[in-house]
């Protein structure tokens, strides 16, 4: 009965941290590993990982503007035949 009981307070005290862990924002806290050794003063000239992430994903985009604008090119005559 004791060792249910030990289970029982023990398994509760894992679930609470647990449940604040939810909280956590992933990126934030990459963000926050990221910048970790940098000095206060400097931390807001480096770019975040999120700010780098969403860089990426306009590079995506202009590739994909890129794709339509090769189709269209020949149909349009920007291109020397």
Known sequence: MAAVLALAAGASALAAPA???????????VNSLATSQIPEEQRAEMPTVTEQLSGLNNLYELQQLHQVTDLA?????????
């Open 19 to 29: 449940a604040s862990a939810e909280a956590i924002s992933p990126t934030g806290l």
């Open 73 to 81: 090119a020949p149909v349009t005559g920007l291109l020397n035949a």
